[in-house]
């Protein structure tokens, strides 16, 4: 038996390889949005695991430090170390800004993390180049996204800081790389006020009368003084010894020291679920609208091919060919033209997935599930053409 499918792939092959290009384009979108996704995922699982901690613990009654702001002061962990099952607790702070260097601006999560002391909760875990920050002040680490280079100053603030360290892979749940700072720099960054603020600010308090009672020597000192203080973090990173529970230790916490305690399940809960959730339900309608686009072209290619050769199914018709065999032919062109395009679309999206800004991984189980979704959309889209094709009459084979 003749195949026609493969007789009109041949005799029209530009044709159809360019309509397998377009429709592999597309595919290739729809494989990237996928991997945009999938991405944002691993961005947050990386931010967990570069962070070191077993347990987060923040502000009561807040989702920090990465969903929501948190505010702690900064002698809290030594009490946390005094809780059972703690091995170490170190402060940190997050702080999503624009970081200048030289004529530019670099978008950066700046970290404050506890310096000199190596090993503790929130350091990068690995360098690439370079160092680990050693020193109080104005020092960084730079993940390589970022775009700086070692011994590079950069400017946080008011003031510069020389990148002593590279790392990669270091990045916010948004997928902004990290610069590492030194604690007491990063509160000041943070939390201190500029210049201007604070003499406004004590001009206001100085002429409060709440504040100037002659019976309270030195309140109004008082006053001035923690309110130019940055004494806070945002949270703080606790790892627990080998053989205890994360949540037997995370109970006390809560209990005692009236604090939000979050372990490392809950707080992928909190950053999978609800930070990038809307993400996600933008991405999914990205994807149906993507189908369903790709569906309408697949159907609409088939159904011209297949009403361009009406008097060629008219003659297998009048031969005694059965139905099923030309519904059977019309399916094949279809499947291959599916072929063709997920073959272009999982390359291009191989080729252009590492030019994009933000991470996006491709993963071997969603190129399996997309070619097997392409082929259930090129068997759906091939219906209405095979419906066309079996109400051709075999007398238009005479009367053509």
Aim: proline share 4%.
């Amino acid at each position: 038996m003749i195949s026609l499918a493969g007789r009109d792939i041949m005799h029209a092959w530009g044709k159809f390889v360019f309509t397998g290009v377009g429709l592999g384009l597309l595919i290739g979108v729809t494989l990237t949005m996928a991997g945009v996704y999938r991405g944002m995922v691993d961005d947050a699982k990386a931010l967990l695991d570069n962070s070191g901690a077993d347990l987060w613990v923040v502000q009561k009654d807040t989702l920090g430090p990465y969903a929501e702001s948190s505010s702690l002061y900064d002698d809290t962990y030594r009490s946390l170390l005094s809780i059972s099952g703690v091995a170490r607790a170190a402060n940190i702070t997050y702080l999503t800004m624009q970081v200048r260097e030289g004529g530019r601006d670099v978008r950066a999560m700046v970290v404050g993390v506890v310096s000199g002391d190596l090993g503790q909760p929130g350091q990068p875990s690995y360098l690439i180049n370079g160092r680990q920050i050693t020193r109080g002040h104005y020092e960084a680490v730079a993940d390589i996204a970022s775009g700086f280079n070692l011994g590079q100053s950069i400017q946080i603030r008011r003031n510069n800081y020389t990148v002593v360290g590279l790392t990669r892979r270091m990045v916010s749940s948004g997928g902004d790389p990290m610069v590492f700072i030194p604690l007491k720099d990063a509160q000041e960054a943070q939390f201190l006020k500029d210049n201007d603020a604070i003499v406004q600010q004590r001009r206001r308090t100085a002429e409060n009368p709440a504040f100037n009672r002659p019976n309270v020597p030195g309140l109004l000192d008082q006053v001035i003084a923690s309110q130019s203080t940055n004494a806070f973090v945002n949270a703080v990173l606790v790892q627990i010894k080998p053989g205890f529970n994360a949540e037997e230790v995370a109970e006390p916490i809560r209990h005692w020291k009236r604090l939000q305690v979050y372990t490392r399940t809950q707080m992928e809960g909190i950053l999978v679920g609800k930070l990038i959730a809307t993400s996600a339900k933008q991405i999914a309608m990205f994807l149906v609208i993507l189908a369903i686009v790709s569906a309408a072209i697949v159907a609409f290619i088939i159904y011209t091919l297949t009403m361009g050769k009406i008097r060629e199914i008219a003659v297998l018709k009048l031969i005694g060919t059965k139905n099923r065999t030309i519904a059977g032919m019309i399916m094949q062109q279809a499947l291959g033209l599916g072929v063709i395009g997920f073959v272009v679309g999982k390359v291009a999206a191989t080729f252009w997935a590492p030019i994009f800004p933000k991470y996006v991984l491709l993963e071997p189980g969603d190129a399996i599930r997309g070619f097997f979704v392409v082929m259930l959309i090129c068997i759906l889209a091939s219906l209405l053409a095979i419906r066309a094709a079996l109400k051709v009459d075999p007398a238009e084979a005479i009367g053509g």
